[in-house]
Each structure stands twice: as structure tokens, then as C-alpha cells.
């Protein structure tokens, strides 16, 4: 166990939708990240937060947003959602996030299913 | 061309098999080297990090950078069923820890 905690772990849902994901890092971590995974592009990096402000952001497509609340804990959403949308999302956590050796660790993920 | 590059694989080994991973990249800026393990439907766990060029042996797993190549190995000897998984390199820069995934090698050991 990761100690990353990530809700839901599945969510189907239909195009045009809105989804939440909710994420809890691990205990004293203050970054989070986001990743998507589908299996045509692999493990994409989305966005990343630090004591809840926004420090990076990478692949993250306008109709998705991101924050990260003072307890730390983070949520992805995801709007007028398409077919292609339909993935693996994950969450990590880190100390601080502000060096390139920082150890990731991961939560098991939410499967989003666009019908 | 992807920054990171891997072979999908699936790799199918027999048990006690030595493995050979591997993985190359094209940012000249990458300092630090991890391996991440994924098994199904779970989230990577890192596996080995490295610094710059060099080797590095932990258990039955050796990770080895050539950055002169930009050439990223692991290794894995005395292979297990339990070994496989999916196996992301991950370069990564001093700038932050925006992780650049390769997009994996499927291992598979059988029995």
C-alpha cells in the first residue's frame, strides 16, 4: 500500500458529462500530481500541486481542472467529456516535489469509462 | 519521435532467465534515471533510481545509465513469475519532478 488513497476506483459515465476525482496523499507529502494512462500514449503527466498552489502542468486539456485543498488532499475534474477521455488516471504524492530524484508514489488509480 | 522511448514488448522469459530492459530518450537535460514497476490494474512503485551515468545493483535488479548514448538498461537476474509486470523508465531532469514516462515493457516469466 502507497499510502496514496484515490475515489473513486471505477467510474462509468456518458459523454457530455462532468466527473470528480478525488485524491489523499500520503501522510506529510505536500505535492500531487495527476497522470493519465491510456494505452495508446502511456503514462501522460497531467498537472502537478504544491501546498496548493499550481507548480507544473503538462498534457492537461482545457475542459480538465485541477486543485489541491489546505488538507492537502486533491481533486481532478474532467468536463464534456469524450469517448477519448476514457482512461486510467492516477494520483501520486511527494515530499516536496522540488527535486528530479524525489520519490513518487502512486495510488492504485480511477478507471474512467466515457460511454 | 517520443522523448522517452521503449520497446511494448510483451517479453516472454522462462524462470531464472536473465532479463534485459530497455529504454532510450533524447533530452540531454536528464539527470536522474528510474525504473517504476507496474502490475496490472495497481500504480508504478519505483523499482531503482540512478544518477547520471553509471550502474547500480540492488538485489537481483542492476539499472544502468549510458547518457553519452542516452541508453537507459535494467536488468533483472534469476527472473520470477512475480517479476512480471509492465516496466516504465522514467528520466527526469533537476528542474522538478515532472516524471517522463517511457510507455513500458510488458515482462512476462513463466513458471
Known amino acids: 500500500d502507497s499510502g496514496v488513497t484515490q475515489t473513486p476506483k471505477h467510474l462509468i459515465t456518458a459523454t457530455g458529462q462532468r466527473v470528480t476525482l478525488r485524491c489523499s496523499p500520503r501522510?506529510?507529502?505536500?505535492?500531487v500530481y495527476w497522470y493519465q494512462q491510456s494505452l495508446d500514449q502511456g503514462l501522460q503527466f497531467l498537472i502537478q500541486?504544491?501546498?496548493?498552489?499550481?507548480?507544473a502542468k503538462g498534457n492537461i486539456l482545457e475542459r480538465f481542472s485541477a486543485q489541491q485543498f489546505p488538507d492537502l488532499h486533491s481533486e481532478l475534474n474532467l468536463s464534456s467529456l469524450e469517448l477519448g477521455d476514457s482512461a486510467l488516471y492516477f494520483c501520486?504524492?511527494?515530499?516536496?516535489?522540488?527535486?528530479?530524484?524525489?520519490?513518487?508514489?502512486f495510488g492504485s488509480g480511477t478507471q474512467l469509462s466515457v460511454l | 519521435q517520443k522523448e522517452v522511448e521503449q520497446d511494448p514488448g510483451p517479453l516472454s522469459v522462462p524462470e531464472g532467465a536473465i532479463v534485459s530492459l530497455n529504454c532510450t530518450y533524447s533530452n540531454s537535460a536528464f539527470q536522474y534515471f528510474m525504473w517504476y514497476r507496474q502490475y496490472s490494474r495497481k500504480g508504478p512503485e519505483l523499482l531503482m533510481y540512478t544518477y547520471s551515468s553509471g550502474n547500480k545493483e540492488d538485489g537481483r535488479f542492476t539499472a544502468q545509465v549510458d547518457k553519452s548514448s542516452k541508453y537507459i538498461s535494467l536488468f533483472i537476474r534469476d527472473s520470477q513469475p512475480s517479476d512480471s509486470a509492465t516496466y516504465l523508465c522514467a528520466p527526469s531532469n533537476n528542474a522538478g519532478n515532472m516524471l517522463t514516462f517511457g510507455g513500458g515493457t510488458r515482462l512476462m516469466v513463466k513458471p
Open positions: 500541486y504544491y501546498n496548493g498552489e499550481e507548480r
Open positions: 501522510s506529510g507529502d505536500l505535492s
Open positions: 501520486a504524492s511527494s515530499g516536496t516535489g522540488a527535486g528530479g530524484n524525489e520519490k513518487l508514489f
